[in-house]
């Protein structure tokens, strides 16, 4: 996928558009389980979050995937993906029992992360083979507000309370099939999880009838030339070989499971805005552009640096811009960023928009949301439509003042 792809992309389909290669998607995912080959049993979960076109989740499907999911919404995305209930998993937070127990009926393996949740759906439902999501406590993660595994952490069942979570097991008669842990996003450090898979380990020897443990996600993806990113090669080798060897002590071969999304998805996406205004103050240049944190949120949200390109102009002399969205407050993507002199009307490409960008992408300020393109074997491909005023206005129910008056 070449700048002239994306340019032709722009045109084809106006801008702004997300665009995803599959290629890269195919890719990230070989490389992931060929950093695991060494185990007899190996299931990627692909994270549902990060970016739930149901073309993706299809493509994941056709490679061998399972889903990671955190809704009953996504469970049901998944099956109208095809993919089989027994390969999705279903990690919720803070969710009722009715909907633990709508989608335990459509055959999900269930992951329970607290110790209510977990004794009354044990007790209504104790031959359900449920997972349970351990919290650590290590500190893992780039960002406080997507690392989830430390001590404040309100995702898992905290490794102190193993003894009641024992006793509640016993007195249901529960089955737990599964361990899991997700510590947080942009983990670097590969020992930081190879310690909390050490916690998973021993976690894991109070359960007799386990069939997988999942070591969740987080793994960090570069971002610009030069970044670091999670070895994946290296915790492969050194993760595999601790697990059979837990395995010859478990005397039984057991799956070893990931969900990642961001690895997956990030890199093979770009998003596409085509620049509206060049405004010179006393300060700056900014680059207003014709999309926002309405399409974008991660850099506002989480301080996420996106790479920006001009690929109408990618050989020009670089300069100086504050790349800005034309929602009505601060609406920055980058700031003081270099790049090849723009001009009004040229399109810039961000890199890594794959994960966490059209999933969290919305309507704010009446925009429709952009459509999303699948580059596959050479070609563009809609996977989802740009939204239009109808799709604004949908739901809607329009109060009749004329009939009640004031
Ligand atoms: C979000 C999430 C993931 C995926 O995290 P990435 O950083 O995108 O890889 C995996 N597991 C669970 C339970 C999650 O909530």
Redesign the pocket.
């Known amino acids: 996928m070449n700048n002239q792809n994306l340019l032709d992309i722009a045109e084809e389909f106006g801008s702004p558009v997300y665009v995803y290669d599959s290629e890269k998607i195919i890719s990230q995912y070989r490389r992931l389980t060929n950093a695991f080959q060494n185990v007899q049993q190996l299931r990627i979960n692909y994270?549902v979050?990060?970016l739930s076109n149901i073309s993706v989740l299809k493509l994941f499907r056709t490679l061998g995937a399972g889903l990671?999911t955190?809704s009953i919404q996504e469970v049901k995305l998944g099956l109208a993906a095809g993919v089989e209930p027994s390969k999705i998993i279903y990690?919720p937070n803070g969710v009722s029992l009715e909907e633990i127990e709508e989608v335990s009926t459509l055959g999900v393996q269930i992951n329970i992360d607290n110790l209510s949740i977990l004794e009354q759906f044990g007790s209504r439902h104790p031959k359900v083979p449920v997972c349970i999501r351990i919290n650590p406590h290590v500190m893992a993660g780039g960002n406080t507000n997507?690392s989830?595994g430390h001590i404040d952490s309100k995702f898992g069942i905290s490794i102190h309370q193993i003894p009641h979570l024992l006793r509640i097991v016993e007195n249901t008669g529960m089955n737990i099939n599964g361990i899991h842990m997700?510590t947080g996003?942009?983990i670097l450090d590969i020992e930081v999880f190879l310690y909390a898979s050490e916690i998973l380990f021993e976690t894991a020897k109070n359960f007799k009838d386990l069939e997988f443990i999942d070591f969740?996600?987080?793994?960090k993806v570069p971002y610009k030339e030069g970044d670091i990113e999670t070895n994946i090669e290296e915790l492969g080798e050194k993760l595999s070989a601790r697990f059979n060897e837990f395995c010859r002590n478990y005397g039984r071969d057991l799956t070893l499971a990931f969900?990642?999304?961001?690895?997956l998805v990030s890199e093979a996406g770009k998003f596409l805005v085509k620049v509206n205004v060049i405004k010179q103050t006393t300060s700056t240049v900014f680059a207003g552009v014709d999309s926002g944190f309405n399409h974008l949120i991660r850099p506002m949200l989480y301080g996420s640096r996106h790479e920006i390109h001009n690929i109408s102009n990618p050989e020009g002399k670089e300069r100086f811009y504050s790349v800005v969205g034309y929602i009505c407050e601060t609406d920055t993507f980058a700031n003081n960023r270099r790049i090849a002199e723009i001009k009004e009307g040229d399109i810039l490409a961000f890199d890594n928009a794959g994960?966490?960008c059209f999933s969290m992408a919305s309507n704010y300020n009446s925009r429709f949301r952009p459509p999303e393109v699948l580059w596959h074997n050479g070609e563009a491909h809609l996977i989802r439509k740009r939204e239009n005023f109808e799709d604004l206005t949908r739901g809607q129910v329009p109060f009749n003042f004329e009939e009640t008056g004031l």
């Open positions: 994270a979050k990060a990671d955190v990690t997507i989830v997700h996003s942009d969740g996600s987080g793994f969900e990642p999304g961001k690895f994960a966490y």
